[in-house]
Protein backbone atom coordinates (compact mmCIF):
# COMPACT_ATOMS: atom_id res chain seq x y z
CA UNK A 1 0.00 0.00 0.00
CA UNK A 2 2.72 2.08 1.25
CA UNK A 3 4.23 1.77 -2.70
CA UNK A 4 1.06 2.61 -4.24
CA UNK A 5 0.57 5.51 -2.34
CA UNK A 6 3.82 6.83 -3.45
CA UNK A 7 3.35 6.86 -6.94
CA UNK A 8 -0.08 8.42 -6.54
CA UNK A 9 1.83 10.96 -4.97
CA UNK A 10 4.21 11.53 -7.17
CA UNK A 11 1.71 11.88 -10.19
CA UNK A 12 -0.11 14.28 -7.94
CA UNK A 13 3.28 15.97 -7.58
CA UNK A 14 3.55 16.20 -11.78
CA UNK A 15 6.52 13.24 -11.49
CA UNK A 16 4.49 11.52 -13.93
CA UNK A 17 6.63 7.94 -16.32
CA UNK A 18 6.36 7.67 -19.85
CA UNK A 19 5.41 3.99 -19.13
CA UNK A 20 3.05 2.25 -16.20
CA UNK A 21 3.48 -1.27 -16.24
CA UNK A 22 1.22 -2.30 -13.67
CA UNK A 23 1.18 -5.82 -13.30
CA UNK A 24 0.62 -8.91 -10.49
CA UNK A 25 -1.95 -11.41 -8.65
CA UNK A 26 -3.93 -8.74 -6.74
CA UNK A 27 -5.72 -6.43 -9.35
CA UNK A 28 -7.00 -4.02 -6.32
CA UNK A 29 -3.81 -1.57 -6.60
CA UNK A 30 -3.34 -2.08 -10.26
CA UNK A 31 -7.22 -0.74 -10.42
CA UNK A 32 -6.41 2.15 -7.97
CA UNK A 33 -3.29 3.56 -10.06
CA UNK A 34 -4.65 3.00 -13.53
CA UNK A 35 -8.24 4.72 -12.19
CA UNK A 36 -6.32 7.44 -10.80
CA UNK A 37 -4.00 8.20 -13.67
CA UNK A 38 -7.08 7.52 -15.97
CA UNK A 39 -9.16 10.29 -13.86
CA UNK A 40 -6.68 12.86 -12.89
CA UNK A 41 -3.98 13.35 -15.58
CA UNK A 42 -5.51 15.08 -18.13
CA UNK A 43 -8.63 17.41 -17.68
CA UNK A 44 -12.04 16.80 -18.63
CA UNK A 45 -11.51 19.07 -22.05
CA UNK A 46 -8.14 17.58 -22.76
CA UNK A 47 -9.98 13.70 -22.33
CA UNK A 48 -11.92 13.44 -25.60
CA UNK A 49 -8.98 13.70 -27.70
CA UNK A 50 -5.81 12.64 -26.01
CA UNK A 51 -7.04 9.61 -24.01
CA UNK A 52 -7.64 5.81 -25.14
CA UNK A 53 -8.77 3.47 -23.07
CA UNK A 54 -7.67 -0.27 -25.08
CA UNK A 55 -8.24 -3.67 -23.94
CA UNK A 56 -5.49 -6.65 -24.69
CA UNK A 57 -7.98 -9.19 -26.13
CA UNK A 58 -9.20 -6.70 -28.80
CA UNK A 59 -5.55 -5.17 -29.67
CA UNK A 60 -2.36 -6.26 -31.05
CA UNK A 61 1.28 -4.85 -29.94
CA UNK A 62 1.94 -2.87 -32.90
CA UNK A 63 -1.56 -1.33 -32.19
CA UNK A 64 -0.97 -0.22 -28.33
CA UNK A 65 2.80 1.31 -29.64
CA UNK A 66 1.28 3.01 -32.53
CA UNK A 67 -1.30 5.03 -30.61
CA UNK A 68 1.35 5.51 -27.71
CA UNK A 69 3.45 7.53 -30.83
CA UNK A 70 0.66 9.91 -31.48
CA UNK A 71 1.64 13.25 -30.61
CA UNK A 72 -1.71 15.19 -28.07
CA UNK A 73 -4.10 17.07 -29.24
CA UNK A 74 -4.22 21.04 -27.87
CA UNK A 75 -2.42 19.43 -24.41
CA UNK A 76 0.61 18.58 -22.91
CA UNK A 77 0.42 14.52 -22.99
CA UNK A 78 -1.83 12.04 -23.95
CA UNK A 79 -2.76 8.71 -22.10
CA UNK A 80 -3.09 5.60 -23.49
CA UNK A 81 -4.32 2.75 -21.01
CA UNK A 82 -4.61 -0.80 -21.93
CA UNK A 83 -6.57 -3.13 -19.87
CA UNK A 84 -6.31 -6.60 -19.78
CA UNK A 85 -2.94 -6.18 -21.20
CA UNK A 86 -2.56 -10.36 -20.01
CA UNK A 87 -4.09 -11.24 -23.29
CA UNK A 88 -1.24 -10.04 -25.25
CA UNK A 89 1.66 -12.11 -22.93
CA UNK A 90 2.83 -13.86 -25.74
CA UNK A 91 3.18 -11.02 -27.52
CA UNK A 92 4.92 -8.71 -24.33
CA UNK A 93 8.73 -8.77 -25.73
CA UNK A 94 7.21 -6.52 -28.57
CA UNK A 95 7.36 -3.74 -26.32
CA UNK A 96 11.35 -3.47 -26.15
CA UNK A 97 11.52 -1.08 -29.09
CA UNK A 98 9.12 1.01 -27.26
CA UNK A 99 10.27 0.61 -23.49
CA UNK A 100 13.78 1.30 -25.01
CA UNK A 101 12.74 5.24 -26.22
CA UNK A 102 9.10 6.17 -25.09
CA UNK A 103 7.19 9.19 -26.22
CA UNK A 104 7.88 11.52 -23.24
CA UNK A 105 4.54 13.35 -24.09
CA UNK A 106 2.43 10.00 -23.52
CA UNK A 107 1.44 8.04 -20.59
CA UNK A 108 1.20 4.67 -21.28
CA UNK A 109 -0.07 2.52 -18.65
CA UNK A 110 -0.38 -1.43 -18.86
CA UNK A 111 -2.28 -3.17 -16.79
CA UNK A 112 -1.28 -6.93 -16.48
CA UNK A 113 -3.25 -8.60 -14.21
CA UNK A 114 -3.14 -11.99 -12.19
CA UNK A 115 1.13 -12.47 -14.47
CA UNK A 116 4.06 -10.47 -13.70
CA UNK A 117 7.35 -10.61 -16.05
CA UNK A 118 10.59 -12.29 -15.36
CA UNK A 119 12.55 -9.67 -13.88
CA UNK A 120 15.50 -10.63 -15.70
CA UNK A 121 14.00 -10.51 -19.77
CA UNK A 122 15.33 -7.46 -21.47
CA UNK A 123 11.81 -5.54 -21.81
CA UNK A 124 11.09 -5.76 -18.21
CA UNK A 125 14.55 -3.74 -17.74
CA UNK A 126 13.44 -1.50 -19.96
CA UNK A 127 10.40 -1.21 -18.80
CA UNK A 128 11.65 -0.32 -15.28
CA UNK A 129 14.41 2.24 -16.73
CA UNK A 130 12.67 4.50 -18.50
CA UNK A 131 8.95 3.90 -16.83
CA UNK A 132 7.66 2.38 -13.44
CA UNK A 133 7.20 -1.38 -13.06
CA UNK A 134 5.05 -1.88 -10.19
CA UNK A 135 4.23 -5.31 -8.74
CA UNK A 136 0.90 -5.90 -7.00
CA UNK A 137 0.98 -8.96 -4.51
CA UNK A 138 -1.82 -10.97 -3.23
CA UNK A 139 -2.48 -10.94 0.57
CA UNK A 140 -1.61 -13.89 2.59
CA UNK A 141 -5.33 -14.52 4.77
CA UNK A 142 -3.83 -13.42 8.06
CA UNK A 143 -2.54 -9.58 6.10
CA UNK A 144 -6.01 -9.00 5.47
CA UNK A 145 -7.41 -7.87 9.04
CA UNK A 146 -5.34 -5.51 9.14
CA UNK A 147 -5.66 -4.61 5.87
CA UNK A 148 -8.93 -3.78 6.51
CA UNK A 149 -8.52 -1.92 9.95
CA UNK A 150 -5.92 0.68 8.03
CA UNK A 151 -8.74 1.18 4.95
CA UNK A 152 -11.16 1.71 7.88
CA UNK A 153 -9.36 4.00 10.14
CA UNK A 154 -7.97 6.39 7.48
CA UNK A 155 -12.29 6.64 6.63
CA UNK A 156 -12.23 7.60 10.28
CA UNK A 157 -14.25 4.28 11.17
CA UNK A 158 -13.37 1.10 12.90
CA UNK A 159 -14.14 -2.20 12.98
CA UNK A 160 -14.71 -5.18 15.76
CA UNK A 161 -12.61 -8.32 15.77
CA UNK A 162 -15.32 -10.77 14.52
CA UNK A 163 -17.00 -8.79 12.15
CA UNK A 164 -13.85 -8.46 10.61
CA UNK A 165 -13.27 -11.88 10.37
CA UNK A 166 -16.93 -12.78 8.98
CA UNK A 167 -15.36 -10.24 6.03
CA UNK A 168 -12.04 -12.01 5.00
CA UNK A 169 -13.95 -15.81 6.04
CA UNK A 170 -16.80 -14.86 3.11
CA UNK A 171 -15.03 -12.84 0.95
CA UNK A 172 -11.81 -14.44 1.48
CA UNK A 173 -8.50 -12.35 0.48
CA UNK A 174 -10.16 -10.53 -2.72
CA UNK A 175 -9.64 -6.98 -1.79
CA UNK A 176 -11.53 -5.41 -4.66
CA UNK A 177 -15.12 -7.08 -3.25
CA UNK A 178 -14.06 -6.21 0.47
CA UNK A 179 -13.32 -2.84 -0.49
CA UNK A 180 -16.66 -2.79 -1.79
CA UNK A 181 -18.37 -4.07 0.79
CA UNK A 182 -16.62 -1.67 3.00
CA UNK A 183 -17.58 1.07 0.97
CA UNK A 184 -21.58 0.46 1.26
CA UNK A 185 -21.19 0.29 4.77
CA UNK A 186 -19.44 3.82 4.97
CA UNK A 187 -23.02 5.24 3.10
CA UNK A 188 -25.20 3.96 5.20
CA UNK A 189 -23.09 4.30 8.51
CA UNK A 190 -21.50 7.25 9.79
CA UNK A 191 -18.32 8.71 10.13
CA UNK A 192 -16.27 7.39 13.45
CA UNK A 193 -18.85 4.04 13.71
CA UNK A 194 -17.59 0.81 15.29
CA UNK A 195 -18.40 -1.60 12.56
CA UNK A 196 -20.15 -4.77 14.02
CA UNK A 197 -21.06 -7.99 13.42
CA UNK A 198 -24.64 -6.91 13.21
CA UNK A 199 -23.96 -4.04 10.65
CA UNK A 200 -22.08 -6.93 8.68
CA UNK A 201 -25.34 -9.20 8.87
CA UNK A 202 -27.90 -6.33 8.20
CA UNK A 203 -25.97 -4.38 5.77
CA UNK A 204 -23.70 -7.01 4.03
CA UNK A 205 -26.44 -10.08 4.12
CA UNK A 206 -23.87 -12.43 6.28
CA UNK A 207 -25.63 -14.00 8.88
CA UNK A 208 -23.76 -13.59 12.19
CA UNK A 209 -25.70 -16.69 14.07
CA UNK A 210 -25.27 -19.07 11.01
CA UNK A 211 -22.46 -19.03 9.56
CA UNK A 212 -18.96 -21.30 8.79
CA UNK A 213 -17.39 -18.94 11.74
CA UNK A 214 -20.13 -20.09 14.12
CA UNK A 215 -19.73 -23.58 12.73
CA UNK A 216 -16.17 -23.85 13.46
CA UNK A 217 -16.57 -22.21 16.85
CA UNK A 218 -19.34 -24.95 17.50
CA UNK A 219 -17.12 -27.68 16.78
CA UNK A 220 -14.38 -26.55 18.71
CA UNK A 221 -16.28 -26.33 21.81
CA UNK A 222 -18.06 -29.95 20.99
CA UNK A 223 -21.46 -27.84 21.25
CA UNK A 224 -23.43 -30.37 19.02
CA UNK A 225 -26.30 -28.77 19.59
CA UNK A 226 -25.24 -25.97 18.07
CA UNK A 227 -23.09 -27.52 14.55
CA UNK A 228 -26.12 -29.54 14.13
CA UNK A 229 -28.41 -26.07 13.75
CA UNK A 230 -26.55 -24.07 12.00
CA UNK A 231 -26.00 -27.33 9.52
CA UNK A 232 -29.70 -27.97 8.94
CA UNK A 233 -29.78 -23.56 8.19
CA UNK A 234 -26.77 -24.43 5.85
CA UNK A 235 -28.95 -27.19 4.03
CA UNK A 236 -32.29 -25.03 3.90
CA UNK A 237 -29.78 -21.93 2.17
CA UNK A 238 -27.13 -23.80 -0.06
CA UNK A 239 -26.80 -20.63 -2.79
CA UNK A 240 -25.42 -18.71 0.56
CA UNK A 241 -23.81 -21.68 1.81
CA UNK A 242 -21.97 -23.65 -0.58
CA UNK A 243 -21.16 -27.43 0.72
CA UNK A 244 -17.74 -27.23 -0.80
CA UNK A 245 -16.68 -23.74 0.74
CA UNK A 246 -17.66 -24.74 3.82
CA UNK A 247 -16.04 -28.27 4.06
CA UNK A 248 -12.67 -25.93 2.84
CA UNK A 249 -12.88 -23.84 5.80
CA UNK A 250 -13.72 -26.48 8.45
CA UNK A 251 -10.69 -28.08 6.96
CA UNK A 252 -8.64 -25.22 7.36
CA UNK A 253 -9.75 -25.39 10.61
CA UNK A 254 -8.42 -28.41 11.42
CA UNK A 255 -4.92 -28.33 9.50
CA UNK A 256 -4.79 -24.78 11.69
CA UNK A 257 -4.84 -27.07 14.47
CA UNK A 258 -2.82 -29.90 13.61
CA UNK A 259 0.36 -27.22 13.34
CA UNK A 260 -1.13 -26.05 17.06
CA UNK A 261 -0.63 -29.28 18.20
CA UNK A 262 2.94 -29.83 16.81
CA UNK A 263 4.39 -26.08 17.71
CA UNK A 264 6.69 -26.38 20.96
CA UNK A 265 6.51 -22.93 21.42
CA UNK A 266 3.01 -22.25 22.54
CA UNK A 267 3.21 -18.59 23.02
CA UNK A 268 -0.24 -16.83 21.81
CA UNK A 269 2.40 -14.29 19.43
CA UNK A 270 4.11 -17.00 18.03
CA UNK A 271 1.11 -19.35 17.35
CA UNK A 272 -0.77 -16.62 16.08
CA UNK A 273 2.03 -16.18 13.41
CA UNK A 274 2.15 -19.71 12.41
CA UNK A 275 -1.35 -20.79 12.00
CA UNK A 276 -2.51 -17.51 10.69
CA UNK A 277 -4.83 -15.97 12.86
CA UNK A 278 -5.69 -12.92 14.89
CA UNK A 279 -4.40 -13.31 17.94
CA UNK A 280 -8.25 -12.03 19.46
CA UNK A 281 -9.78 -15.44 18.31
CA UNK A 282 -6.81 -17.89 19.97
CA UNK A 283 -8.84 -18.45 22.92
CA UNK A 284 -10.95 -20.50 20.28
CA UNK A 285 -8.04 -22.35 18.99
CA UNK A 286 -6.95 -23.31 22.89
CA UNK A 287 -10.06 -24.57 23.44
CA UNK A 288 -10.21 -26.78 20.52
CA UNK A 289 -6.83 -27.83 21.24
CA UNK A 290 -8.36 -29.37 24.91
CA UNK A 291 -11.41 -30.87 23.03
CA UNK A 292 -9.27 -32.88 20.09
CA UNK A 293 -5.71 -34.57 20.66
CA UNK A 294 -3.27 -34.62 17.74
CA UNK A 295 -4.52 -38.36 16.47
CA UNK A 296 -8.35 -37.26 16.48
CA UNK A 297 -7.26 -33.85 14.39
CA UNK A 298 -5.46 -36.68 11.77
CA UNK A 299 -8.52 -38.58 11.63
CA UNK A 300 -10.74 -35.50 10.97
CA UNK A 301 -8.51 -33.72 8.40
CA UNK A 302 -8.74 -37.67 6.65
CA UNK A 303 -12.30 -37.86 6.73
CA UNK A 304 -13.18 -34.25 5.60
CA UNK A 305 -10.87 -34.79 2.39
CA UNK A 306 -13.58 -38.14 1.84
CA UNK A 307 -16.57 -35.86 2.84
CA UNK A 308 -14.82 -33.11 0.21
CA UNK A 309 -14.88 -35.64 -2.48
CA UNK A 310 -18.53 -36.64 -1.83
CA UNK A 311 -19.39 -32.57 -2.03
CA UNK A 312 -18.20 -32.39 -5.66
CA UNK A 313 -20.73 -35.55 -6.72
CA UNK A 314 -17.86 -38.18 -6.50
CA UNK A 315 -19.72 -41.33 -4.99
CA UNK A 316 -22.27 -39.39 -3.73
CA UNK A 317 -24.33 -38.07 -6.20
CA UNK A 318 -27.53 -39.05 -3.50
CA UNK A 319 -26.78 -37.74 -0.49
CA UNK A 320 -28.07 -34.25 0.04
CA UNK A 321 -26.05 -31.34 1.61
CA UNK A 322 -27.73 -32.04 4.73
CA UNK A 323 -26.28 -35.41 4.60
CA UNK A 324 -23.38 -34.31 3.93
CA UNK A 325 -22.97 -31.98 6.24
CA UNK A 326 -24.26 -34.57 9.36
CA UNK A 327 -21.87 -37.27 8.13
CA UNK A 328 -18.93 -34.84 8.37
CA UNK A 329 -19.85 -33.66 11.99
CA UNK A 330 -21.08 -37.15 13.05
CA UNK A 331 -17.12 -37.84 11.64
CA UNK A 332 -16.17 -34.82 13.65
CA UNK A 333 -17.79 -35.72 17.23
CA UNK A 334 -17.80 -39.37 17.02
Not at 171 to 186: A, H, P, Y
Not at 283 to 301: R, W
Request: charged fraction near 30%; glycine fraction near 4%; hydrophobic fraction near 40%.
Amino acid sequence: MEEVIKILNDIKAGNIKPIYFLMGDEPYYIDIVSDYIEKKVLSEEEKGFNQTVLYGRDVSVEDIISTAKRYPMMAQRQVVIVKEAQDLSRYIDKFESYADNPMLSTVLVICYKYKTLDKRKKVTKLLAKNGLVYESKKLYENQVGDWIKRILASKKYTIEPKATAMLVEFLGTNLGKINNELEKLQIILPKGSVISPKDIEENIGFSKDFNVFELRKAIGERNQLKAYTIAKNFANNPKENPMVVTTSLVFGFFIQLLKYHGLKDKNPKNVAAVIGVNPYFLKEYDVALKNYPMKKVSQIVASLRDIDVKSKGVGASSLSNFDLLREMLYNIFN
